[in-house]
Structures are given as structure tokens and as C-alpha cells.
Nanobody, 127 residues
């Protein structure tokens, strides 16, 4: 049973940075695509970023391009999200997800292609 645990969230001022980590346990995710999603209060969960098994393919939401960077360390069975130039609208609960489906390549932002989800970590950006 794959378990995903996010960490690194917190309170930061606008313009600041945070680095989120997602640690996988139970099985390796080295052959899985990984993604980050977020959900703000009163809003639906939305795609943030994703990366394929090798790190050679990445995808970002337009709202975070140029500010966020997704990376992975297969040796550590983990994926990270470096968030710079944070804005108040980046506030929300950030979730890590894993996908073992080839359909991921057709649509990395689609939540339905992900099989496993973490519990989330809160990110709050103050103005």
C-alpha cells in the first residue's frame, strides 16, 4: 500500500519561498508519475505541477509557471515542489499524488489519472 506524506508547508509572506516535500513509503514510486495539486477554501482542487518517472517531462499550471519547480529524487523515493515569489492566491492545502498509468502522459493535470494521494500540507501566504 503506497503512502504519501507531504511536509514543508507553513506561513510565509508574499514574495517568499517554501519547499514542499512528498515522501513515499510502502513501495517505490520510481516508475510513477507524480503530481502536486492544491485546494483553497471554498474552491475545487486544482492542478499545480507534475513530473514523469524520470524527471524528463514536467507540466505546470499557467498560474505557477516561472515561480514553481517540481523535481524528484528516485533514490529517496520523494518528490519536491520549490515555490518562489509566493502570492496570497497560492494559499491552500497542497496534495501530492502518484500515477502509475500511461494515460498520465495524455493529461498530467487530470486528477483522475492519479491513483494515490497524500493528506496534504497547508500553505498560507500573507499579503
Amino acid at each position: 500500500q503506497l503512502q504519501l506524506v507531504e511536509s514543508g508547508g507553513g506561513l510565509v509572506q508574499a514574495g517568499g519561498s517554501l519547499r514542499l516535500s512528498c515522501a513515499a513509503s510502502g513501495r517505490t514510486v520510481s516508475s510513477s508519475a507524480m503530481g502536486w495539486f492544491r485546494q483553497a477554501p471554498g474552491r475545487e482542487r486544482e492542478f499545480v505541477a507534475a513530473i514523469n518517472w524520470s524527471g524528463g517531462t514536467t507540466s505546470y499550471a499557467d498560474s505557477v509557471k516561472g515561480r514553481f519547480t517540481i523535481s524528484r529524487d528516485n533514490a529517496k523515493n520523494s518528490v519536491n515542489l520549490q515555490m518562489n515569489s509566493l502570492k496570497p492566491e497560492d494559499t491552500g492545502v497542497y496534495y501530492c499524488a502518484a500515477s502509475g498509468r500511461s494515460s498520465w502522459y495524455r493529461s498530467p493535470p487530470l486528477s483522475d489519472v492519479y491513483d494515490s494521494w497524500g493528506q496534504g500540507t497547508q500553505v498560507t501566504v500573507s499579503s
